[in-house]
């Protein structure tokens, strides 16, 4: 006697098959954003956290020697280099020769043995794990960092000039934190320390001045500001589409040269702003991160705020000194 009725199905059609991975990959679209949210959190809150480390560490130098570390010493070591014993580095900071002879430069390795180990290193306290690396060899340009110090709202690169033969003869000092060839105390942030920047971000540079990127690239304008709106509008009137315009590409390194090029920043343009250099001896940098709609900024009170990218120019120039006597109010 024959059976009849219908045979079980086995498996899944094609059309199920196809239905199953269309809706695995609409959960995989929903799903992929939110994780790479919540990393970016956590790289954002550990920059954070680095700055406030940082922060502390300027401070604990101040409490020791009653002032902050010089932008640039004659021998043209970073302040990253002198608060080293305040960031759980005091072995590396032993190894150093403060008394060289040889000039600590961001171009080229110190002819010291010691120094030169110093400055190939990447410690991850100086480091923004936001910002990718693109640049060369550190063995060849030196260790990385993110964070700087803020030099002011001038254009100076370096101390004005000393005799009326210099550029620089009459120029005013710079007006930040932390400067070159000086050593500036509490005493002198008459602004207030919660009313004055200590350091900021900044983003390596792409490492090739055969390719052009306004977000990290130092500009050569080949023109010459006297204060910082001349400087703003030259280096904003660039074409950076010109590779004739480029002026340093290798940005962020060595955090152990006192350099516009890796260590020290300036408040004459915006957050996330263009950056430019007027040789001789004049600069404009800002200050910059991978960070949606803005920077981290640490003030001298070692406090960190997030100071968006469209903050009024005025207040960004304000918190830029020490002395300037501006009112900041909200930012």
């Not at 002819?111 to 190939?120: E, F, I, L």
């Not at 960070?291 to 120019?313: A, C, E, Y």
Request: glycine share 12%; with cysteine; net charge neutral.
């Amino acid at each position: 006697m024959l059976r009849t009725g219908f045979r079980r199905r086995l498996g899944f059609t094609l059309i199920e098959l196809l239905v199953v991975i269309a809706i695995i990959a609409v959960l995989i679209a929903l799903l992929l954003p939110a994780v790479q949210q919540a990393r970016e959190a956590a790289r954002r809150s550990q920059c954070k956290n680095n700055l406030k480390q940082l922060g502390l560490a300027m401070h604990n130098y101040h409490d020791t020697y009653r002032l902050f570390p010089t932008g640039a010493g004659g021998n043209g070591f970073s302040p990253h280099a002198r608060v080293l014993p305040y960031i759980d580095q005091a072995p590396l900071y032993g190894t150093l020769n403060f008394l060289t002879t040889t000039a600590i430069s961001q171009g080229s390795v110190p002819v010291d043995a010691n120094n030169a180990v110093a400055w190939r290193l990447t410690l991850p306290v100086f480091r923004c794990p936001s910002d990718p690396d693109s640049l060369p060899d550190p063995n060849t340009v030196g260790g990385r960092n993110n964070y700087w110090t803020n030099t002011g709202t001038g254009v100076l690169n370096g101390a004005p000039g000393a005799t009326a033969a210099d550029v620089n003869y009459g120029m005013p000092e710079n007006n930040g934190m932390i400067i070159q060839n000086r050593y500036v105390g509490m005493a002198e942030v008459t602004d207030g320390l919660s009313n004055t920047a200590l350091m900021s971000e900044k983003r390596l540079g792409d490492g090739s001045n055969g390719i052009s990127t306004p977000q990290t690239d130092t500009y050569a304008p080949g023109t010459y500001p006297a204060n910082a709106d001349d400087a703003l509008n030259m280096c904003m009137a660039t074409d950076v589409t010109n590779l004739g315009m480029q002026g340093k590409s290798n940005i962020g390194v060595s955090w152990l040269a006192g350099s516009n090029d890796s260590t020290f920043y300036f408040h004459a343009q915006p957050p996330n702003g263009r950056s430019c250099r007027f040789p001789p001896s004049r600069m404009s940098s800002t200050a910059n991160s991978m960070h949606v709609g803005g920077v981290h900024t640490m003030l001298g009170d070692g406090g960190v705020r997030f100071v968006s990218s469209n903050i009024s120019l005025v207040i960004w120039r304000a918190i830029g000194t020490r002395n300037g006597g501006e009112v900041v109010g909200d930012f």
